[in-house]
Structures are given as structure tokens and as C-alpha cells.
């Protein structure tokens, strides 16, 4: 089942990156998407990102630096505690972002064409009744985001 599922998120995601390059946001790569399906729109610091994506610190600071390259996210520091950074989309970050959800809904419509309207939303259903105790963000945050 593991494998299945596996398979699935990278058909789907490669889905996605072909259809953002296609329309002019190739910068981003798959590996990028554990940030923006984390990432509130007001920021997140890094280690919540990490815990958030089951990855260590080290992991997501990478994927925050390489997004911070590609001019999709920029640090600042957290009001709250001087010590933190927060993560936060910029301008040109957040019409990728836009792109990004516009992409995941092109690749689910296809998903939709394919396996049949009663098909994709009984797996729906199903997947998300396993995984509700996991999501982190709430539900109806996560509906566009991969």
C-alpha cells in the first residue's frame, strides 16, 4: 500500500512541476513542495516547518535556503522571540504560490478525467479519514496545497 500511495504523490506532484514550468515557474523543485504545503501564508519558523513535514531541522533549513535563493521565501525575525526566524513568502513568492494551487487544481481535474468523478472522490474520502489525526494545518487549509 506504502508503494501505491508513493507512486501516486510522484506521479501527481511531477504533474504539478510539469504544469508550473509549463507556465513560466520552473524554479521550484518537487523536493520544495514539503515547504509550501507547511508554509502559513503569515510565515513558520523553521523548526514547526520541520515537524510539520516529519523531516529534521537540517532538512527543511536546506529547502528553506534553496527557496530563499530562487526568491520564493525570505527569514526574518520572530516578533515573539528574537532568537527565531520566521519563514515567509515574498511577493514573487506568493504568485508562485497562486501558480502552485492553480497547477494542483489542473492536475486533479486530469486526475478526476482519468479515473472517473465517483472513483477519485471515494479514494479522497478515504485517504482522508486515515490521515485526519496527521493534518497539521486543519482542515480545509490543506485542500489545494500537495
Known amino acids: 500500500m506504502g508503494r501505491i500511495l508513493n507512486n501516486a504523490v510522484n506521479r501527481f506532484e ?4 510539469e504544469i508550473l ?3 513560466g515557474h520552473g524554479e521550484a523543485r518537487q523536493s520544495h513542495f514539503h515547504l509550501t ?3 502559513d501564508r503569515a510565515g513558520t519558523i ?28 525570505e527569514r526574518v525575525r520572530d516578533k515573539r522571540d528574537g532568537r527565531a526566524k520566521v519563514v515567509r513568502f515574498t511577493p514573487a ?4 504560490l497562486d501558480a502552485f494551487r492553480s497547477a494542483v487544481e489542473t ?6 478525467s482519468e479515473l472517473g468523478f465517483l472513483r477519485t ?7 482522508q479519514t486515515y490521515g485526519k489525526d496527521f493534518d497539521e494545518l486543519g482542515e480545509g487549509n490543506s485542500r489545494n496545497e500537495l
Open 46 to 73: 523553521t523548526t514547526e516547518l520541520a515537524r510539520r513535514a516529519g523531516m529534521t531541522k537540517q532538512a527543511m533549513g536546506q529547502i528553506v535556503e534553496q527557496c530563499e535563493l530562487i526568491g520564493l521565501v
Open 121 to 127: 472522490d471515494a479514494v479522497a474520502a478515504a485517504l
Open 14 to 17: 511531477r504533474r504539478v512541476a
Open 93 to 96: 513568492g506568493l504568485e508562485w
Open 37 to 39: 504545503r507547511n508554509l
Open 107 to 112: 492536475a486533479e481535474q486530469e486526475m478526476r
Open 21 to 23: 514550468e509549463d507556465h
